[in-house]
């Protein structure tokens, strides 16, 4: 006949075993949750060509309150930069370039939208003070701009036509400003050579 301290101690063990079991699988389980959720929300906001990204709202770096949805009317370049990166000031430099075009022929039907990805505010107003930047700027407050194009560095641009939709991705910088005013006009007007 087994004696009562070890019958105590086998349940005991047992005890431990399920304890130790049952926090394992839920520790897997809750490890997969993580992944399956990560997956769901970046297949979610994947956005491709002919897409129409969701819009979002840019507080510029001057205070001024920007809703991509009342830009509807006008060709929209969104792009993503920050100040930590290498060949974003040239990029700076190249938009600043297609903007000014635009507005000295007094375009409204252009709108070039910068967003400071994962960067800190005095280093994103240096930045755009260094690189003489006026077209309209912001932070990515909580990444929510960025997670909607699925950045995944810097620089990236895309082109949304007059009704918001996504039209043309630029992965990397612009070789020039013909570039950018190329790859605008195509949007304008498709059928030009």
């Not at 990444?143 to 949304?160: C, D, G, K, N």
Request: aromatic share 8%; charged share 25%.
């Amino acid at each position: 006949m087994p004696s009562e301290p070890s019958e105590k101690m086998s349940l005991k063990t047992a005890l431990q075993e399920k304890f130790w079991s049952v926090v394992a699988i839920l520790g897997v389980v809750t490890i997969l949750g993580m992944i399956a959720i990560r997956l769901f929300n970046h297949d979610r906001g994947k956005i491709g060509l002919g897409d129409n990204p969701e819009d979002f709202v840019l507080e510029s770096f001057t205070g001024d309150v920007i809703d991509t949805h009342d830009l509807r009317g006008s060709v929209l370049v969104v792009n993503f930069w920050a100040s930590w990166c290498t060949t974003c000031d040239r990029e700076a430099r190249l938009l600043q370039e297609a903007w000014d075009i635009y507005q000295s022929q007094a375009r409204d039907d252009v709108v070039i939208l910068g967003v400071a990805y994962m960067d800190t505010s005095p280093s994103s107003r240096s930045f755009l003070a260094e690189n003489s930047v006026t077209y309209p700027n912001g932070p990515d407050l909580r990444s929510e701009i960025s997670r909607i194009y699925q950045v995944t560095a810097v620089p990236e641009t895309y082109f949304l036509d007059a009704e918001g939709t996504l039209r043309a991705v630029k992965i990397g910088p612009f070789s020039s400003a013909d570039e950018i005013l190329a790859m605008v006009e195509g949007i304008i007007d498709p059928d030009q050579p």
